[in-house]
């Protein structure tokens, strides 16, 4: 089996993907780390150096590559990854199961506020305009998410709950 979550920045994409993996005895694949590893170089270092259009491509690539894997995972997205090139394409084609984490802004805007300092795209967004940033970007970006197998809806719940959530979905 084939998992493969995709969501908003702060959804919990990666922590999620490593819980499901550990209760499915899978393994967790985390789409930047996996980028980072094969590029040898942070996702902010080769944005810095060799721009965003390299990132994407090289995104897209290294998505095809871990699809087209014969081995069962758990891979979590970066947030923009099925909204660029042909990604989501390449997910749905794929026998992997997409599920979206949907979160409301504000729920977002609530996990975002306090870590981020961690993330450079809202690092310096003070809370109204961190909610203005999602809301636009969230409605750019769920016609992508939308397209996933399945989706499970985050707000206030443990991540047990989410986990059962899912599980109900893929059996």
């Known amino acids: ?84 090139g042909t990604n989501m394409e390449q997910i749905k084609n794929s026998n992997a199961f997409s599920i979206y984490l949907k979160a409301s802004i504000p729920f977002l805007v609530n996990r975002l506020e306090f870590g981020k300092k961690n993330r450079p795209l809202i690092a310096n967004l003070n809370n109204e305009q961190l909610l203005e940033y999602i809301g636009k970007h969230m409605f750019e970006r769920a016609p992508f998410y939308e397209q996933s197998d399945y989706k499970v809806v985050l707000d206030n719940k443990t991540i047990e709950e989410v986990y059962c959530d899912i599980a109900v979905q893929l059996h």
């Open 1 to 84: 089996m084939k998992i493969v979550l995709l969501g908003y920045m702060g959804s919990g994409k990666t922590t999620v993907a490593r819980y499901l993996a550990h209760k499915l005895n899978k393994t967790f694949i985390d789409l930047d780390v996996y980028i980072e590893e094969k590029e040898k170089s942070s996702i902010s270092q080769l944005f810095a150096v060799k721009g965003e259009i390299y990132f994407r491509k090289q995104e897209g690539h290294y998505l095809k590559e871990i699809l087209e894997s014969k081995s069962d995972y758990v891979l979590a997205l970066g947030g923009g990854t099925p909204c660029y």
